[in-house]
């Protein structure tokens, strides 16, 4: 029998890896697949662009790995492969690994943070649109400036160091840290203490709609937010009114339901025209680098060779 591993996105994909999985699968994309290979798919490799569900994941009766180079889970119905004795491979806790060698989400986050501070995205559209105005988009310097930072996991740590770097104070919020240097016990006294939020945590059930309408009643007007983590940690209809409400700007890479954006072509309420000058949106692409997308498939092949050999 021939095993066959699956790769759903294969643009750019790690030679490396490809050349190491070569050794023992026959690689095929999903548009390769003949009728009768469904069966021998053992091994299917994801990233983001997809939300694996049930009814992808039942064509492949015989499907044992599911590998996704990702630390966030939330797009792969993980009670299905549980129940299915599907075992998912990915970058859950491999602190070790990322912290020496994955750098990317982190230099995003603060990149689209320094956008959305200096307004730079606006004042460009608007040179485009042939004003000049300089007065339009001034801002304040940022040392000086206190941030908070909801999680001290990989990247919220990075924040730290960067914020201390552009001579800012820097403040968190995570239950499962002790150090005392920053530490901030009270979700609500963090965002009384800054108008400056990284949402840096994981998505977990407890986290999710952490950033709700008590949450976000307590938080300064002008108040900027930063989501790289996951879109549904945050309440988007509470944000949206208080978008309005408290002129509250929101900065992410990340939204509610990201696969139904890409498979329906929609568009999220966050794009809506009157909420165009206090909100920046981008795909997902935070750890979309070259590099670090290479390190990170070929380390999940490791993995997986480990385990299956």
Not at 110 to 127: E, H, M, N, S, T
Not at 283 to 304: Q, R, V, W
């Amino acid at each position: 029998m021939t095993k066959i591993c699956l790769i759903n996105e294969m643009n750019q994909f790690s030679k490396n890896a490809l050349k190491v999985l070569k050794q023992s699968y026959k690689i095929k994309v999903f548009d390769e697949l003949e009728e009768d290979e469904f069966k021998f798919v053992t091994v299917l490799f994801v990233r983001l662009r997809y939300f694996i569900n049930k009814k992808y994941l039942s064509k492949f009766p015989k499907l044992k790995y599911l590998c996704s180079p990702t630390t966030g889970l939330n797009h792969i119905d993980k009670e299905y492969c549980k129940n299915k004795n599907i075992t998912i491979i990915s970058l859950k806790n491999e602190k070790e690994f990322l912290s020496k060698n994955i750098s990317a989400t982190a230099e995003y986050t603060w990149a689209l943070f320094l956008c959305a501070w200096r307004k730079i995205i606006y004042a460009y559209q608007d040179v485009l649109d042939k004003n000049w105005d300089r007065d339009k988009f001034r801002s304040s310097q940022l040392a000086g400036q206190t941030l908070g930072i909801i999680g001290l996991g990989r990247i919220g740590k990075k924040i730290y160091q960067y914020a201390e770097t552009f001579n800012m104070t820097a403040k968190y919020y995570d239950p499962y840290i002790f150090d005392s240097d920053g530490k901030i016990d009270n979700l609500f006294e963090l965002v009384s203490k800054t108008k400056i939020l990284f949402i840096c945590c994981e998505y977990t059930n407890k986290t999710h709609h952490m950033i709700n309408n008590e949450l976000i009643s307590n938080m300064k007007n002008e108040s900027l937010i930063i989501n790289t983590a996951r879109g549904e940690i945050i309440d988007e209809t509470v944000l949206l009114d208080n978008i309005i409400k408290k002129n509250l700007f929101y900065a992410a890479d990340v939204v509610n339901d990201e696969h139904l954006i890409f498979k329906n072509g929609a568009v999220p309420n966050l794009l809506h025209p009157k909420y165009q000058r206090n909100v920046i949106i981008t795909p997902h692409i935070a750890g979309a680098c070259n590099d670090s997308m290479h390190l990170t498939e070929e380390y999940i092949t490791k993995k997986l060779t480990e385990i299956t050999c």
